[in-house]
């Protein structure tokens, strides 16, 4: 159990302000579900004019500066972040000097894939099969027992894909442990798992101990890019059950605070693997803004200050579409006319957009949350605006 959830326990009510390590889209979102219940926020982050910025006051440093983090503790009455990669030593410092329920174990435990499924394994729930590597001769020596594809991956950064390498042949061994080493991490490699579905589960957990899972989403990625996140996913209910058992023994496992999403694979067998965890809101979990009674961004702000958390009850199909840089403009001008295939399908998409000023190929720049009376009439939508051609 984190710190936090067992030695200190706050109610915040409405009229506090809470800060945010990390001024992203994950942070805008929670400071508006945040701010209808009457709360006022404050961000932490280096870029100016950050999309939470826009929505929230903002301090302007780099996340490891030490001045500016002690600003945040002085201005808010308690602290959360929106991504992992915040530097946990400044969260335990944040600790020392202001109310920050997450805690910084948890962060700590997350921003390294070892230590992450060590914590998982502890909490029993399983993971694939992997090892951590020192040498190329360690990671051929695991690739003959793992067999082949195989998945290397750095044990810290990385993210879409990005600090790993699916090893196919023996003849790449020596170029991607080389390659990844670079990053100056520990190397795992993880047994290639042929799933037939990738899910994931958001749970949320109270100080108090309270939880309570969302419904799984069925999430489909392209170029290691969430695309489609599908709700209801298109599983059987029990494994759905399951999968949200697991979620929530992995969030009272390691005494999570807040919001934690739990990315799983559904083998052809039925067995379900954890893949990876994150301590926040999650893409992922973008649908439950409207689909969803309560948001994962209201249940975060209700985790982290104590409060009951709500009912996550789903209130309509929905599925969840990424909108990149490449399709901003597409869709800014589906926006401005009549959409006659959403009125046929009897489909209502709902647009957010993050305020990020500049859209890269292949930059997170918005979604779309398209419900409906079914997944296949969303999907279709999806098909038919022409925008997201895959």
Same mark, same amino acid.
């Given at each position: 159990?984190?710190?936090?959830?067992?030695?200190?326990?706050?109610?915040?009510?409405?009229?506090?302000?809470?800060?945010?390590?990390?001024?992203?889209?994950?942070?805008?979102?929670?400071?508006?579900?945040?701010?209808?219940?009457?709360?006022?926020?404050?961000?932490?982050?280096?870029?100016?004019?950050?999309?939470?910025?826009?929505? *929230?006051?903002?301090? &302007? %440093?780099? +996340?490891?500066?030490?001045?500016? =983090?002690? @600003? !945040?503790?002085?201005?808010?009455?308690?602290?959360?972040?929106?991504?992992?990669?915040?530097?946990?030593?400044?969260?335990?410092?944040?600790?020392?000097?202001?109310?920050?329920?997450?805690?910084?174990?948890?962060?700590?435990?997350?921003?390294?894939?070892?230590?992450?499924?060590?914590?998982?394994?502890? *909490?029993?729930?399983? &993971? %694939?099969? +992997?090892?951590?590597?020192?040498? =190329?001769? @360690? !990671?051929?020596?695991?690739?003959?027992?793992?067999?082949?594809?195989?998945?290397?991956?750095?044990?810290?950064?990385?993210?879409?894909?990005?600090?790993?390498?699916?090893?196919?042949?023996?003849?790449?061994?020596?170029?991607?442990?080389?390659?990844?080493?670079?990053?100056?991490?520990?190397?795992?490699?993880?047994?290639?798992?042929?799933?037939?579905?990738?899910?994931?589960?958001? =749970?949320?957990?109270?100080?108090?101990?309270?939880?309570?899972?969302?419904?799984?989403?069925?999430?489909?990625?392209?170029?290691?890019?969430?695309?489609?996140?599908?709700?209801?996913?298109?599983?059987?209910?029990?494994?759905?059950?399951?999968?949200?058992?697991?979620?929530?023994?992995?969030?009272?496992?390691?005494?999570?605070?807040?919001?934690?999403?739990?990315?799983?694979?559904?083998?052809?067998?039925?067995?379900?693997?954890?893949?990876?965890?994150?301590?926040?809101?999650?893409?992922?979990?973008?649908?439950?803004?409207?689909?969803?009674?309560?948001?994962?961004?209201?249940?975060?702000?209700?985790?982290?200050?104590?409060?009951?958390?709500?009912?996550?009850?789903?209130?309509?199909?929905?599925?969840?579409?990424?909108?990149?840089?490449?399709?901003?403009?597409?869709?800014?001008?589906?926006?401005?006319?009549?959409?006659?295939?959403?009125?046929?399908?009897?489909?209502?998409?709902?647009?957010?957009?993050?305020?990020?000023?500049?859209?890269?190929?292949?930059?997170?720049?918005?979604?779309?949350?398209?419900?409906?009376?079914?997944?296949?009439?969303?999907?279709?939508?999806?098909?038919?605006?022409?925008?997201?051609?895959?």
């Amino acid at each position: 159990m984190s710190k936090a959830a067992g030695s200190e326990m706050k109610v915040i009510l409405p009229g506090s302000t809470i800060g945010i390590l990390g001024g992203g889209q994950l942070g805008r979102m929670m400071a508006n579900a945040g701010s209808a219940m009457g709360y006022r926020f404050v961000a932490l982050d280096p870029t100016p004019d950050a999309p939470c910025g826009q929505v *929230a006051q903002q301090i &302007v %440093a780099a +996340y490891d500066n030490r001045d500016a =983090a002690k @600003e !945040l503790a002085a201005r808010a009455d308690v602290i959360t972040y929106e991504f992992e990669n915040v530097d946990a030593g400044v969260a335990a410092m944040l600790m020392e000097q202001s109310y920050v329920p997450q805690g910084s174990e948890l962060l700590y435990t997350t921003q390294h894939r070892l230590r992450e499924k060590r914590a998982i394994e502890a *909490a029993g729930v399983k &993971v %694939a099969p +992997y090892a951590e590597v020192r040498s =190329a001769d @360690e !990671l051929r020596e695991a690739v003959g027992r793992f067999g082949l594809p195989c998945v290397l991956k750095t044990a810290m950064g990385g993210y879409d894909g990005k600090g790993q390498w699916v090893i196919r042949s023996e003849s790449e061994i020596d170029e991607a442990f080389e390659t990844l080493k670079r990053a100056g991490t520990e190397l795992v490699v993880e047994q290639f798992i042929r799933f037939q579905k990738e899910l994931s589960v958001i =749970a949320a957990r109270s100080p108090q101990g309270e939880i309570r899972t969302f419904p799984a989403a069925e999430n489909i990625h392209v170029d290691n890019i969430l695309h489609l996140s599908i709700v209801p996913a298109r599983i059987d209910e029990e494994l759905q059950r399951e999968a949200e058992r697991l979620a929530a023994r992995i969030a009272e496992g390691l005494g999570a605070v807040g919001l934690i999403a739990v990315e799983l694979f559904l083998t052809e067998d039925g067995e379900l693997f954890v893949n990876e965890l994150a301590p926040r809101p999650h893409n992922s979990g973008h649908y439950t803004m409207e689909a969803c009674r309560t948001s994962q961004f209201e249940q975060h702000v209700r985790a982290v200050c104590g409060l009951p958390l709500g009912d996550t009850a789903l209130l309509t199909p929905v599925v969840m579409v990424n909108v990149l840089g490449e399709h901003v403009e597409p869709l800014l001008g589906r926006m401005a006319r009549q959409d006659e295939s959403a009125e046929r399908l009897g489909v209502a998409p709902k647009i957010h957009l993050y305020g990020k000023h500049e859209a890269k190929h292949k930059r997170k720049m918005g979604h779309v949350n398209v419900l409906a009376d079914s997944v296949e009439q969303a999907l279709e939508w999806v098909s038919e605006t022409n925008i997201w051609r895959v």
